[in-house]
């Protein structure tokens, strides 16, 4: 199957699982190769094949749906987001905790991928705020639905090119080298846990003061998926709550009552006054 092939299959295949061809015009080849492995697996020799297969056996589905998660990730990815959250967003976010009496400080990284965003997070953290905010705990909650990259994140250990965009000092100060990659220290990996969960079911804990959706459902999912993802979003913030999603990505048309803190940096925010919709939902 040419790349051509490849395309048109996805351009059939995506819209039956609520995903969106124009999210994988760019990463296709991630995709491709992942389908081509798996046609040569099940003898399928083209992809006119692979499609019978489907319609014989509804389970191919899931993976295939598997197959088509995007995986591009690294540490520090989109330096300005970063900076941002560390110097406005983060601080802003621990005063309001404090104010309220919390003590913990709660993040969800949703489709964590290998651990590079949440240990970003857990880094700038400790090395930037954790001595002004003494009163308060970060914790992270980490979710993927790739266990394999969630054991990958637990081990946290990385190339080079994973981490080389941190600032030298953070990394000098939260890695060491070892057999030629930078593995974590244990310091910097006790706020974050890791949970498999797939964004699309329900998530058994709310209530968080930062959510990162980054570069996976206003990319990936289709239009009325989206829709139900920022309406679930919108659900597990708190008010006052802020919402990072990548810096290419837009809420869907209808989304909920989101504040605009900054539209290139993919920064929104759930109002803090409780509107009507939210005291009957």
């Known amino acids: 199957m040419n790349d051509s092939e490849c395309v048109a299959f996805l351009q059939w295949a995506l819209p039956r699982m609520a995903l969106r061809w124009p ?27 692979y499609r019978g297969y489907l319609a014989a056996h509804e389970s191919e589905w899931a993976v295939l749906d598997e197959l088509c998660r995007i995986t591009v990730t690294r540490f520090y990815r989109d330096r300005r987001v970063f900076e941002t959250l560390i110097d406005e967003a983060l601080p802003g976010l621990a005063q309001a905790a404090t104010a309220r009496g919390a003590r913990t400080l709660r993040i969800w990284c949703a489709g964590c991928a290998s651990g590079e965003e949440p240990y970003t997070l857990a880094i700038g953290w400790r090395l930037e705020m954790a001595s002004r905010f003494k009163e308060i705990t970060l914790d992270i909650l980490a979710t993927d639905a790739d266990a394999a990259l969630l054991s990958r994140a637990e081990t946290a250990c990385y190339p080079w090119s994973a981490v080389r965009n941190l600032p030298p000092a953070w990394r000098t100060a939260a890695f060491r080298e070892h057999d030629g990659r930078h593995c974590l220290q244990p310091g910097f990996k006790a706020s974050v846990r890791f949970l498999p969960h797939d964004l699309r079911t329900p998530l058994p804990e709310t209530g968080f003061d930062l959510i ?19 309406l679930t979003l919108y659900g597990h913030l708190l008010p006052g709550g802020v919402l990072l999603l990548g810096v290419h990505e837009q809420l869907p048309k209808g989304e909920p009552n989101f504040e ?11 109002p803090r006054s409780v509107s009507i919709d939210d005291k009957t939902s």
């Open 23 to 49: 999210g994988y015009r760019r990463v296709r080849a991630q995709a491709c190769k992942r389908i081509r492995r798996r046609m040569a697996e099940l003898g399928c020799a083209d992809a006119a094949a």
């Open 212 to 230: 990162c959706c980054r570069n996976l459902a206003f990319t990936y999912f289709d239009h009325a998926l989206q829709l139900r993802i920022a």
């Open 260 to 270: 605009v803190i900054s539209e290139r940096l993919g920064l929104y925010r759930r």
